[in-house]
């Protein structure tokens, strides 16, 4: 079993490179990946072996390696360092020549996909306008009888807010699933134009006003359709790939020693 405390050595040779196990461990370092959990290390060296061999392939068949500029543009867009998005491209470009004809995505396959997550049918939500108070309760009174006087709501809100989004107070549209256990309470059964609160939590209080009420984020199979499509093309392609990718490793010598 491999341990991040094991004396330096030899974790791999890939023909003529080799891979010591400091190598693997600054690797996770790199990612963000804990050391020191099982099997980390195993899987960041069959990640380092794997690159070796895409870079060998893509030598051997002649796929130019990527320009300074472009894995400089791909490293800030993701995030990745300037080696990894180097063998990103690489990959990307190899997968284009080798895989893309060979995954075929049915409608039947899309249409699965679709009925299956529910994302696409959007989520029960809310539009919400707020007034937030630190807590101090002559304010609090003063917005509650303002509103009771018929003032409107985004004009108490303008005079008393401690907090104004954009410089007003519509929140939005939220999912109901996403508010808080004391705000999803106190809205319990308001009507559309209600207004409820104080709402209090920590050092503030909330009075809300319930803009509107409705499904949002749904998507129709029809505006859905290409997205899907590129997901599913997207993890066929990748299944393909490293199905591949496995058979072409038999070409080189690989040996894993750790």
């Not at 505006?223 to 393909?240: F, P, Q, S, T």
Request: hydrophobic share 40%; with cysteine.
């Amino acid at each position: 079993m491999l341990h991040a405390g094991t004396i330096d050595g030899v974790a791999a040779v890939v023909d003529d490179k080799v891979i010591m196990l400091s190598d693997v461990i600054a690797k996770a370092r790199k990612l963000g990946v804990d050391k020191n959990a099982p099997n980390v290390l195993h899987s960041v060296l069959q990640l380092m072996v794997e690159n070796i061999i895409v870079e060998k392939t893509c030598q051997e068949m002649g796929i130019p390696a990527p320009e300074d500029e472009e894995v400089k543009n791909v490293s800030n867009k993701t995030g990745l360092s300037i080696e990894d998005a180097r063998i990103f491209i690489m990959k990307e470009r190899l997968m284009d020549i080798v895989v893309r004809s060979r995954v075929v995505v049915t409608d039947r396959m899309i249409k699965d996909y679709y009925r299956s997550h529910d994302e696409y049918k959007g989520s029960f939500s809310v539009r919400l306008a707020q007034i937030v108070i630190k807590n101090d309760e002559t304010k609090i009174k003063s917005v509650l009888d303002a509103i009771r006087q018929g003032e409107p709501f985004d004009k108490v809100a303008l005079e008393y807010s401690d907090v104004l989004i954009h410089g007003g107070c519509d929140m939005g549209w939220i999912p109901v699933k996403d508010l808080s256990p004391e705000v999803k309470a106190a809205l319990g059964h308001a009507k559309k134009g209600e207004v409820v609160g104080p709402v209090r939590k920590g050092k503030y209080a909330f009075v809300f006003k319930l803009l509107d009420v409705g499904t949002k984020g749904n998507k129709t199979f029809a505006e859905a359709k290409d997205d899907i499509k590129h997901i599913l093309e997207d993890r066929y392609r990748k299944k393909v790939f490293k199905h591949w990718l496995k058979t072409i490793s038999d070409k080189y010598f690989v040996g894993i020693y750790i």
